[in-house]
């Protein structure tokens, strides 16, 4: 897409990326085993961007401590990205939203709705914040929204948490999302009696793990 600023991917763009990394990555892969190149890859994380706010440094700190020749590339993006990335054999790791269910699942965090109480203003309908699809806490929000029966619209949908964070802040309208990855970035929004389930965080390896990592 072509405009002002420059140019982006475009819905097909951004579905393609992770499958076309991918095969730059085996054909990369295919090479070194038939030349015998060695190589000396780092670990690929991929992780959501709510992880890297508050915990990100924390871990990579401990890290180094304990792994100081160890290398490490980190990849951000959504859930649906990462588990692409995954299967696609561009990361080794995957730390990405699912259902508490999930088999894979390290933790499971309440969801909760985040806003201030002046958002929920009477006769002017629910306003919602969300990220930009896809997005596992706007499926949420939408979702539990749609199941109330509450007039709703969705007022504004950012491109990232920073920007997210920014527009609830401002009054523009509130979101859904777990306070042990927000941290104190927004607060709890006590007014909305609408349910809301849990959400877990899942850490996932390839089938076939990578010769390199």
Known sequence: ????????????????LP????IVHLHDQAVALLTGEKRN?????GMIQDLTDGFLSDVLIRFSQEHPNVKLQIRIGNSTELRALLAGGVV?????????AHPARVVTLPVLWLGHENTLRVNEGLKLVVREKPCHFRDLAVEALENSGRPYSIVMEAPNLGVLCAAVNAGIGFTCGSIALVRDRLPVLRGLDIALPEVSVTLSTPSTPSPYS
């Open 92 to 100: 080794d790791i995957a730390l990405a939203l699912g259902d508490p």
């Open 1 to 16: 897409d072509r405009h002002h600023r420059g140019v982006t991917l475009t819905a097909s763009g951004r579905t393609l």
């Open 41 to 45: 890859d780092p670990i690929r994380v």
């Open 19 to 22: 499958y076309a990394q991918s």
